[in-house]
Each structure stands twice: as structure tokens, then as C-alpha cells.
């Protein structure tokens, strides 16, 4: 599975245009190619949780703006939904937002000798994320995150 990060950047103001008339958070976008078949993945998400008519008014104002913008070449689908209760981090308003809660992070390169952090997202201090992944506290840069996600266990 591969993603165009290209298109994924010219889609993201649009998709942030349509979030901002509906009330809804962008939490990412994902333009990834599986089984020979393009796909638009858009997620999004409120305080109070999105359920399917906020997706599907979603989805047919941005199809109308991705119609008339036309920014991806090829045909693909159009897929429009809530993050899920694993959403993904990507902001350091995200992991403000969230703190408190348990998350899993991957760097991308090796912090206080180790590149995975799952615990208690603490905020954000001097611009870098705060964990608490069971030995103390963890200071991670943004840019240095590779993946984040919230974490539930069942």
C-alpha cells in the first residue's frame, strides 16, 4: 500500500474548507493505492463524535469541490469516515487535546535509545510531545514522529 503524499497535500485544504462549514475536524488524509485500485480516505471527527450523516454530508460537499478542483489525475474512490478509537495523531493540538490518554509512538529515529513509546500522553512541553512510557517522562519533537495513535485495550 502506498501513499501520494503529493495529492494528499492539495487535498487537505479542501477537505479542511469543508470541515470548517460543517463543524468538523480533518484528522487526516490518505491517498493510497491498494489491489490496483486509488483510494481517498478522508477522517474526520468532533468532540461529540461523527456518526453517518455527518460523513455523508461531508462526502458530498467535498466530491462537488474535488469535481470541480480536479486535483487527482487518476479515477478513485472516495472513502469518508471517523478515525476510529485508535485515531491517529498528527498535530501538537492533537496531542494536547488528548492528554491524559494512552497512546503508541514510533520515531523515526532512536530517543533515550528506543523508536516505540506506548503510555500516558502528558501534553506537549516546549513544543514537543510529553509521554510517560512507564520509566519516566519522554520529550519527542514533532518532526521526529513517525506514527502516533491513540491506544485502547479491549
Known sequence: ?????GIEQKV???AERVGGELNLEV?????????????????????EGVDLDDCQNF??????????EDPIPQSYY??????????????LADFEKFAGREAQIKTFAAIEGQKQFKGKLLGVRDGQVVIDAGKGEVQIPLEQI?????????
Open 1 to 5: 500500500m502506498g501513499r501520494n503524499k
Open 12 to 14: 487537505w485544504p479542501l
Open 27 to 47: 484528522v487526516d488524509v490518505e491517498f493510497v493505492k491498494e489491489a490496483g485500485r486509488y483510494f481517498l480516505r478522508i477522517y474526520i471527527d468532533k468532540d
Open 59 to 68: 462526502s458530498e460537499r467535498i466530491g462537488v469541490i474535488l469535481d470541480e
Open 78 to 91: 472516495l472513502e469518508v469516515s471517523s478515525p476510529g478509537i485508535e485515531r491517529p495523531l498528527k498535530k
Open 146 to 154: 513517525a506514527k502516533a495513535n491513540l491506544t485502547f485495550d479491549f
